[in-house]
T-cell receptor, first 115, second 110 residues
Framework: DAGVTQSPTHLIKTRGQHVTLRCSPI?????VSWYQQVLGQGPQFIFQ???????GRGNFPDRFSARQFPNYSSELNVNALLLGDSALYLC??????????????FGEGSWLTVV | KQEVTQIPAALSVPEGENLVLNCSFT??????LQWFRQDPGKGLTSLLL?????REQTSGRLNASLDKSSGRSTLYIAASQPGDSATYLC?????????FGAGTRLTVKP
């Protein structure tokens, strides 16, 4: 079975541009979360979606937005890119929105460089 | 605000040694704590999940403990191998987000 897949794997954007990152969860998983990992730090929570509804939002500006589609795949959009947005963006999926006995699975991430 | 700290930031050991990685958190009101492994440039792999009502979990050569009252968790790796070289991160969960530490970069030398 395929794991969590993310695209693109690497991309370079210019300051002020917009980017869309995509994520396909493991088949049957209905919860998708997005994290930003800056080099040398742990991942920071951006969003969680479950059954196409936003269930949680981290401390990120409104330039960051996301959505989940009927097939449970998800997009993360970032507008007006800043140099500080350069990071590894990780998508994670789990079976349901809850936690008990509910392992989380991460994708390989999308490396975003803003120049 | 929940703060998660991991000590040491980096650790180098010879193959075969037993070792302990430390994780501390400031708010004891957590749902669970997880330990992850991250290889360079890769995503995270879940190693052990400890629910808030549990004290420890074991998987193979790995054992993780949780002391909520003191805000501490440890990851014990027995008989370390070069293939264990990676960054190990702990994360605590409350509500809908997980709060990660910065990780411990482990190098196991043959």
């Amino acid at each position: 079975d395929a794991g969590v897949t993310q695209s693109p794997t690497h991309l370079i954007k210019t300051r002020g541009q917009h980017v869309t990152l995509r994520c396909s969860p493991i088949s049957g998983h209905k919860s998708v979360s997005w994290y930003q990992q800056v080099l040398g730090q742990g991942p920071q929570f951006i969003f969680q979606y479950y059954e196409k509804e936003e269930r949680g939002r981290g401390n990120f500006p409104d330039r960051f937005s996301a959505r989940q589609f009927p097939n449970y795949s998800s997009e993360l959009n970032v507008n007006a890119l800043l140099l500080g947005d350069s990071a590894l963006y990780l998508c994670a999926s789990r079976l349901t929105g809850g936690d008990l006995g509910n392992t989380i699975y991460f994708g390989e991430g999308s490396w975003l460089t803003v120049v | 605000k929940q703060e998660v700290t991991q000590i040491p930031a980096a650790l180098s050991v010879p193959e075969g040694e037993n070792l302990v990685l430390n994780c501390s958190f400031t708010d004891s009101a957590i749902y669970n704590l997880q330990w992850f492994r991250q290889d360079p440039g890769k995503g995270l792999t879940s190693l052990l999940l400890i629910q808030s009502s549990q004290r420890e979990q074991t998987s193979g050569r790995l054992n993780a403990s949780l002391d909520k009252s003191s805000g501490r968790s440890t990851l014990y790796i027995a008989a370390s191998q070069p293939g264990d070289s990676a960054t190990y991160l702990c994360a605590v969960k409350r509500d809908n987000d997980m709060r990660f530490g910065a990780g411990t970069r482990l190098t196991v030398k043959p």
